[in-house]
């Protein structure tokens, strides 16, 4: 399986493809190793341009996912609707993102996540999260001070406001909410698109949408021919 490359231009502090620091996750990925070999089963690195305007902050990779591929959102149903609003907006040179050899390309996006590595039940507990965040702040540093940032969940925009230096209680998690930082980058919420959250419905593609069209306003970015005719 090819080696996905730190950003070249992201400090060297925001990615360690050889970190242990939660032996929970350690031996986690160690079993899943043995049982499926050709899985990347390490931390996963962000993905896109490291100044982007926009950094998107999922929760952690999927084991068939991006556990497998070594890329964000790429290989699993996680990935789909995300994907496919990123190309709609211009983000993504395409919809689907399945392998490392697709050659997809993030256009003035990143993604990356809460926590870098898999976890058991697609659930980190408090102290992953917080051993894991001086990688997702070194990220952050790259972000424009009018840049956005797009949690995916509630854990995602806790890690998020740590990273960045702010009080979770003064900015409380919501679907749509944006979130005016010091220093002028915005951060913006979402439910996450899971499978779950898809199916049931709590998260349609329109709310998705929406939400990319706050942030395509914030930062000035032209909006789909759909969006802009409606």
Not at 140 to 153: F, K, M, S
Not at 159 to 179: D, Q, S, T
Request: charged share 20%; with cysteine.
């Amino acid at each position: 399986m090819p080696k996905p490359a730190i950003l070249p231009e992201l400090d060297a502090s925001a990615y360690d493809p050889d970190c242990r620091r939660c032996p929970r996750l350690a031996a986690f990925r160690d079993e899943v190793k043995a049982e499926y070999p050709a899985y990347w089963c390490r931390p996963v690195p962000p993905f896109g341009a490291a100044h982007a305007q926009l950094v998107i902050v999922g929760l952690a990779p999927g084991m068939h996912g991006a556990n497998a591929t070594g890329r964000p959102f790429t290989g699993d149903y996680a990935g789909v609707l995300l994907y496919e609003t990123l190309h709609d907006f211009g983000y993504a040179t395409s919809p689907l993102s399945r392998t490392l050899a697709d050659r997809l390309e993030l256009v003035d996006c990143r993604i990356t996540n809460a926590v870098k590595c898999l976890p058991p039940e697609n659930k980190p507990i408090p102290v992953e999260v917080a051993n894991c965040n001086s990688y997702l702040a070194a990220d952050l540093t790259a972000l424009p001070r009018d840049g956005a940032v797009l949690a995916l969940g509630r854990i995602a925009h806790d890690a998020a406001l740590v990273a960045l230096g702010e009080r979770r209680a003064h900015h409380r998690f919501g679907h749509a909410v944006r979130h005016d930082l010091p220093g002028g980058v915005v951060l913006f919420d979402s439910y996450h698109c899971s499978r779950y959250n898809t199916n049931t419905g709590r998260l349609t593609r329109a709310m998705f949408r929406d939400v990319f069209v706050a942030i395509a306003r914030h930062l000035g970015r032209p909006l789909p021919a759909d969006v802009a005719a409606a």
